[in-house]
């Protein structure tokens, strides 16, 4: 009696699975851990598993779209930081907590390299109230030492995503119309305890033209969702979900590279239409005597002399405190050109393209390459990756270094001034990227 009944349990389970649908959308949790089995089941031991890993993370930059669109280089970001109790889980190593602050560090000195004109702010959220970690400023040193000083809290209590937004909207609102506004969260928890209608807040936002990215830690909310949605218009990209530590911190680093200025935003294009920035650009002193700084009040020998009122600041890039006159080096400007003309992605070198060529070694780093094979048409990659405007044959690190460090491709730089060659005749940039030319 028991196996009989034991066998109608089984059938009868089989037929309500039979009738629910046959084929499910897997969850991104599920392929990351069938993906991990699959890499385990290799003969080449642990060597050959990390290196797949780092050859399959080179080859996702490949896929990167270099298309050169308009993006907002100055940029004013407010980072919000989860401070509540569910911080203190350990599905990150070593926790959610101590991980959020190590990968805070690495953002922040990312963030200025590549948007060295930019300001960021940093807040917390804990026990229910929004705190303030650092001012709004253009000092990474500053924003580092104020996350490090969190190590020795542990945190507490609930977040609120209304008191958080509502003071990164305070912190923003003074900020120029020529810069983009931003606000960043990081959160572990599943609840919000609000004081008020946070609809209200997310109205605010979009008519302060606040954009609001969020990365989760535990699972998809629908009010973290609806509040992207609204600030973004209608682009649900901003809100992921971190799988796993790899994961969190390429979503984190990803908030680095300047939003897109959307067309529909025809408010912002016409208050930002035929005007001038105006900049200075001081030059260094050194002073036998210390003198105070106009931006900390501190007795120092050296700083920066400001262009229009001459008042003496520490660091670049700043705003002066007595004239407000943005204080940038050229070389800042420089550095967040290649966000508006992006190095245009290699292709890959068949083995026809390598044999007729005749490349035996990377023209960045001279490694030399595989050799041809006799019979290529079966034979794997040929681990050369070309430029399609000065032809040169590269390996894939030196390609991911070009794309992701210099943001230059050797050759298109070392033959640009060569004779015979008119690339900037026919409008072309020193990447290869076209070039308007104003009338």
């Known amino acids: 009696m028991a196996d009989s009944s034991d066998e109608d349990v089984v059938t009868g389970r089989g037929r309500a699975a039979a009738s629910k649908p046959k084929q499910r959308v897997q969850a991104r949790w599920e392929a990351t851990a069938s993906r991990t089995w699959d890499l385990g089941n290799g003969g080449d031991g642990i060597e050959g598993v990390l290196g797949g890993i780092e050859e399959a993370n080179k080859r996702r930059r490949l896929l990167k779209d270099t298309t050169p669109l308009q993006r907002g280089i100055i940029r004013h970001t407010v980072l919000i930081l989860d401070q509540s109790v569910a911080m203190i889980e350990k599905d990150l190593r070593p926790t959610r907590h101590l991980l959020t602050l190590t990968y805070t560090v690495a953002f922040v000195q990312e963030y200025f390299e590549q948007n060295p004109i930019s300001q960021l702010g940093i807040l917390g959220m804990r026990d229910g109230v929004a705190e303030r970690i650092s001012d709004m400023g253009g000092n990474p040193n500053n924003h580092i ?14 977040p609120s995503l209304q008191n958080a937004l509502e003071m990164a909207r305070a912190a923003l609102y003074h900020t120029p119309s020529h810069g983009t506004r931003e606000v ?13 209608d946070i609809h209200d807040t997310i109205k605010a936002c979009i008519k302060d033209r606040i954009r609001v990215s ?81 931006c900390h009040g ?19 890039p700043a705003t002066c405190p007595t004239c407000d006159l943005t204080l940038i080096l050229s070389t800042h400007l420089a550095r967040s050109y290649h966000h508006l003309f992006p190095l245009r992605n290699w292709v890959e070198v068949p083995w026809k393209r390598a044999e007729e060529k005749c490349t035996r070694q990377c023209f960045g780093c001279q490694s030399p390459f595989p050799p041809v094979p006799a019979h290529h048409e079966s034979a794997n990659g040929s681990s050369r990756y070309e430029c399609e405007t000065c032809q040169n044959h590269f390996c894939i690190d ?13 050759g298109c730089q070392s033959s640009a001034y060569l004779p015979g060659l008119q690339e900037e005749a026919e409008g072309l940039g020193p990447n290869g990227t076209a070039m308007e030319v104003d009338a």
């Open 145 to 158: 030492s104020a996350v490090r000083e969190l190590r020795g809290r542990e945190p507490k209590g609930n």
């Open 184 to 196: 960043v969260i990081i959160l572990g928890a599943l609840l919000t305890s609000d004081p008020g």
């Open 214 to 294: 969020i990365i989760g830690l535990a699972a998809q909310m629908h009010i973290c969702a609806e509040i992207c949605r609204k600030t973004n218009a209608g682009d649900d990209k901003c809100y992921n979900v971190a799988v796993d530590e790899v994961d969190y911190r390429q979503l984190f680093m990803g908030i680095t590279t300047p939003p897109v200025m959307r067309s529909t935003d025809a408010d912002a294009q016409k208050r930002s239409q035929a005007t001038l920035l105006m900049m200075g650009f001081p030059s260094r002193i050194t002073e036998e005597k210390p003198t105070l700084c106009a």
């Open 298 to 316: 501190e007795l120092t020998r050296g700083g920066y002399l400001c262009s229009r009122c001459k008042a003496k600041v520490c660091n670049l």
């Open 398 to 410: 030196c390609d991911v270094f070009c794309h992701e460090v210099a943001h230059n491709c050797p």
